[in-house]
């Protein structure tokens, strides 16, 4: 399963499409038993829990918790606030040292058709949609510095276009490998390395399940 993300120069808010957030209990009235019997009074003592005597038999009495609550909602994720504004220079370009691009040399890039060893043992778990929201937020405040400190070196500005990423999260919470798509006034100054680095160096959440591709854009205008 892809989960796929946009995000804008300006105000910004990265969305996932495609990611389910897990499967919710479902419950059954079959879950709640009713008791009957053909003896008068009180049921002869029949009537369970969630339930009452009505003449002969045992009903479903509504006014007790009578499945109890089988779904807790999962904790609110805390979000870090939308980047303001995407590539712009926050440095006095007079005193910026010599340009060294980052060493992305050791990253391997992604690969949609690469084998991969699947762990029989894991289970069926992703990462649901507002937690993986709230670490690609983090990722986009990294990928900005990046192209801020371009911007610097590039005259104090970038061009305009898409930068696509694509990479693979293991269960563990590492990423496995990274590639990025970008036009060419978008590659300069180590935009590409740079943000590639910091994909490959984030660290996500733990989850019992096989690994995820994420499909990620920052579209700057």
């Given at each position: 399963m892809d989960c796929v993300f946009k995000a804008f120069r300006g105000l910004v808010h990265a969305r996932a499409l495609g990611l389910s957030a897990g499967l919710l209990a479902a419950i059954s009235p079959m879950a709640c038993h009713k008791k009957t019997s053909e003896k008068p009074g009180e049921c002869a003592g029949m009537c369970g829990k969630g339930t009452r005597c009505d003449g002969a038999a045992c009903v479903v009495d509504y006014s007790q918790d009578i499945?109890?609550?089988p779904y807790q909602s999962e904790p609110e994720v805390e979000m870090e606030p939308p980047v303001e504004s995407w590539g712009v220079c926050d440095q006095d370009r007079s005193s910026l040292p010599a340009f060294v691009a980052a060493d992305d040399s050791?990253?391997?890039?992604?690969?949609?058709?690469?084998?991969?060893?699947?762990?029989?043992?894991?289970?069926?778990?992703?990462?649901?949609?507002?937690?993986?929201?709230?670490?690609?937020?983090?990722?986009?405040?990294?990928?900005?510095?990046?192209?801020?400190?371009?911007?610097?070196?590039n005259g104090g500005r970038l061009g305009s276009g898409e930068i696509g990423f694509r990479f693979r999260v293991m269960g563990n919470g590492t990423v496995h490998s990274v590639s990025i798509e970008a036009p060419q006034d978008l590659t300069v100054y180590g935009v590409v390395p740079c943000a590639r680095k910091v994909i490959f160096q984030h660290k996500f959440p733990k989850f019992d399940g096989q690994n995820m591709v994420v499909k990620y854009t920052i579209e700057l205008e």
């Amino acid at each position: 399963m892809d989960c796929v993300f946009k995000a804008f120069r300006g105000l910004v808010h990265a969305r996932a499409l495609g990611l389910s957030a897990g499967l919710l209990a479902a419950i059954s009235p079959m879950a709640c038993h009713k008791k009957t019997s053909e003896k008068p009074g009180e049921c002869a003592g029949m009537c369970g829990k969630g339930t009452r005597c009505d003449g002969a038999a045992c009903v479903v009495d509504y006014s007790q918790d009578i499945c109890g609550t089988p779904y807790q909602s999962e904790p609110e994720v805390e979000m870090e606030p939308p980047v303001e504004s995407w590539g712009v220079c926050d440095q006095d370009r007079s005193s910026l040292p010599a340009f060294v691009a980052a060493d992305d040399s050791k990253i391997p890039q992604f690969d949609a058709n690469a084998t991969m060893v699947l762990d029989m043992n894991a289970g069926t778990e992703r990462l649901r949609d507002d937690v993986l929201n709230a670490e690609m937020r983090k990722i986009e405040h990294e990928i900005n510095a990046c192209l801020n400190t371009a911007a610097c070196y590039n005259g104090g500005r970038l061009g305009s276009g898409e930068i696509g990423f694509r990479f693979r999260v293991m269960g563990n919470g590492t990423v496995h490998s990274v590639s990025i798509e970008a036009p060419q006034d978008l590659t300069v100054y180590g935009v590409v390395p740079c943000a590639r680095k910091v994909i490959f160096q984030h660290k996500f959440p733990k989850f019992d399940g096989q690994n995820m591709v994420v499909k990620y854009t920052i579209e700057l205008e």
